[in-house]
């Protein structure tokens, strides 16, 4: 049976309602996976740190995933963005939700002498998916220097290069919905040029199956 891991992340500093969340339990409740015979997990994920020892490392030993899907929000993007890469680096600037800061050595992880880990997984397909629904998207460089790199990372190197196709981050915009209702809206439409709850829905839905079909060999 297919097996796929989902994660999201829960509230952080100004981001009380993470739509990261949203979208993942969505995306893991679809029954179109269950009918094509698919396990799917999820995890969201806190906020901090130490969450990738305690959360995302035995997620990924327990369910043993053929795929990997991890999703985070960018709020100061409006567009889909697929990250090609994570980055054995971390920021102090910005505090977890408990308030902790990243290693003083500015590392993930000391013992690793490479400074890039990058998926090999569908993620231009992924792109124009998104394209034929109307969405913005592009592939990114650069997943920050914050939990979603950290996270992006963890899974990268527990998976090692043999699963590097199977794994990859999505950032995701705030839906224009919530943004909305938020009142952060600006005369620029900018708002309007985001995906709404739904799309966004919809587009990771495109990306699982993308994702699932490099995975896993048998034709689904």
Request: aromatic share 6%; with cysteine.
């Amino acid at each position: 049976m297919p097996r796929l891991l989902i994660t999201g992340f829960g509230p952080f500093p100004r981001v009380p309602r993470n739509p990261s969340e949203r979208v993942a339990r969505a995306a893991a409740a679809n029954p179109r996976w269950r009918r094509l015979g698919w396990r799917v997990d999820l995890r969201i994920l806190d906020t901090r740190y130490n969450a990738l020892g305690t959360q995302l490392l035995p997620a990924l030993r327990e369910s043993d995933p053929d795929a990997v899907l991890l999703l985070g929000v960018a709020p100061k993007r409006a567009a889909i963005t697929p990250e090609r890469q994570a980055r054995n680096r971390v920021s102090r600037l910005f505090p977890d939700a408990s308030g902790r800061v990243g290693d003083a050595s500015l590392r993930l992880d000391r013992e690793d002498p490479r400074l890039l880990r990058r998926t090999q997984a569908p993620i231009a397909a992924m792109v124009r998916a998104m394209h034929r629904r109307g969405l913005r998207a592009a592939i990114s460089a650069d997943a920050g220097r914050y939990l979603c790199n950290a996270a992006y990372y963890t899974a990268l190197s527990a998976r090692g290069a043999a699963s590097a196709a199977h794994v990859v981050f999505i950032h995701i915009p705030f839906p224009r919905d919530i943004t909305q209702r938020r009142r952060t809206c600006d005369k620029s439409r900018r708002c309007k040029r985001r995906p709404s709850e739904r799309e966004l829905e919809d587009a990771i839905n495109d990306c699982i199956y993308l994702l699932m079909r490099t995975a896993y060999s048998r034709k689904i």
